[in-house]
């Protein structure tokens, strides 16, 4: 599979392993208007009809995060707001099902109102009848998809298989991206992905298509990696089997934290988390006061932002 990025794209080609790089202006910083503030923004979901983006706000040291909604208004993004059922505890990763009716997150709230305690974090779901009705109470998935272990970032497809991040008793490496299969009516034991995903590293974040043709997920301490934590890709092959994942590069990877990624299918759009950073660590001139607080509230300040990159596939 070779791999063109361009100014404007970035195409996959499926079979070799080649990556070739553009410049850092391909990627464009969705929401800008977090710049200016000291918050930090990850992960994305975008709804399947492309009028609403649930994500997440953490503080300054992400001790306290909450979900977060914002809507298209004429080709603009409404001021976000906490949606209903966050907004007390640690809730992040947002995702979709193919519908548009459910809402799968990770939290670390109690499993019910008789306590106020954080616990580990587990795999929620609110679901609705549409787009214009609200947003049923949280609902824990239980075993054998949640454990005494902490899992993370699902994601649902069409056949309502439920892949997530945890570290099990199995796990090939630190951390690996596991898969519920859902048959009769619920959910079998986890399994991890093949050696093709999962390594000794850690790999975590992951997106997959509802089809499960294509999985985008983060990764780091690999040889190939950039320092901080890279985007991999993977597509399956004709026997249904996944293919040796490889790394976007730049300007997709940075050598900072790159992570939470999403993929639209319609618009060919890649979307993702960074913590990168255009703050230097010296300065061949003394700053005033004046220029060391625009210095830091830049945009790529090393807290988490969404970019987004036009990225396709072609046969």
């Given at each position: 599979m070779?791999?063109?990025?361009?100014?404007l794209?970035l195409?996959l080609?499926?079979?070799?392993?080649t990556?070739q790089?553009s410049p850092?202006n391909a990627?464009?910083?969705?929401l800008?208007?977090?710049?200016?503030?000291?918050?930090?923004v990850r992960?994305?979901?975008l709804?399947?009809?492309?009028e609403e983006?649930y994500?997440?706000v953490?503080?300054?040291?992400k001790?306290?995060s909450f979900i977060?909604v914002?809507k298209?208004n004429d080709?603009?993004?409404?001021?976000p707001?906490?949606?209903s059922?966050?907004g007390?505890?640690?809730?992040?990763?947002?995702?979709f099902?193919?519908d548009g009716?459910?809402?799968y997150f990770?939290s670390?709230r109690p499993?019910?109102?008789?306590s106020?305690?954080?616990?580990?974090?587990d795999i929620w779901m609110?679901?609705r009848e549409?787009?214009n009705a609200?947003?049923?109470?949280p609902k824990?998935?239980g075993a054998?998809?949640n454990?005494e272990?902490?899992?993370f970032?699902?994601?649902?497809?069409t056949?309502?298989?439920?892949?997530f991040?945890?570290?099990?008793?199995?796990?090939?490496g630190?951390e690996d991206i596991?898969?519920c299969?859902?048959?009769d009516?619920?959910y079998?034991?986890?399994?991890s992905?093949?050696?093709a995903?999962?390594?000794?590293a850690?790999?975590?974040?992951a997106?997959?298509?509802?089809?499960e043709?294509?999985?985008?997920f983060?990764?780091?301490?690999?040889?190939d990696?950039?320092?901080?934590?890279?985007l991999y890709?993977?597509?399956?092959?004709?026997?249904?089997n996944?293919q040796?994942s490889l790394?976007f590069?730049?300007?997709?990877?940075?050598?900072?934290l790159?992570?939470?990624p999403?993929?639209?299918?319609?618009?060919?759009?890649?979307y993702f988390t960074?913590e990168?950073?255009?703050?230097?660590?010296?300065?061949?001139e003394?700053?005033?006061?004046?220029?060391?607080?625009?210095?830091?509230?830049?945009?790529?300040n090393g807290?988490g932002?969404?970019?987004?990159?036009s990225?396709?596939f072609?046969?």
């Open positions: 070779k791999s063109f990025i361009t100014l794209c195409a080609l499926p079979c070799l392993v990556s790089t850092e990627l464009e910083e969705l800008p208007w977090f710049s200016s503030q000291q918050v930090n992960d994305f979901a709804s399947p009809d492309g983006i994500f997440t953490e503080s300054f040291k001790n306290i977060v914002s298209d080709g603009d993004w409404s001021q707001e906490i949606v059922f966050s007390q505890f640690r809730d992040i990763e947002p995702a099902s193919p009716n459910s809402l990770a670390n499993l019910d109102d008789t106020t305690k954080p616990k580990d974090y609110v679901s549409n787009k609200p947003w049923s109470a824990n998935l054998p998809v454990s272990a902490e899992e970032y699902p994601s649902i497809t056949s309502k298989n439920l892949y991040t945890a570290t099990l008793e199995d796990t090939k630190r596991y898969v299969e859902y048959k009516g619920h079998l034991p986890p399994k992905l093949s050696k995903v999962n390594t000794l850690y790999e975590f974040n997106w997959v298509a509802p089809d043709s294509l999985i985008i983060s990764s780091y301490g690999r040889e990696g950039n320092g901080g934590g890279d890709y993977s597509l399956k092959d004709e026997q249904g996944w040796p790394n590069d730049k300007p997709v990877n940075s050598d900072k790159d992570y939470c999403f993929y639209d299918l319609k618009t060919k759009m890649l960074s990168r950073t255009e703050v230097q660590k010296s300065y061949s003394k700053l005033s006061f004046k220029k060391f607080l625009k210095e830091i509230s830049q945009s790529a807290l932002r969404i970019y987004k990159v990225w396709e072609e046969d």
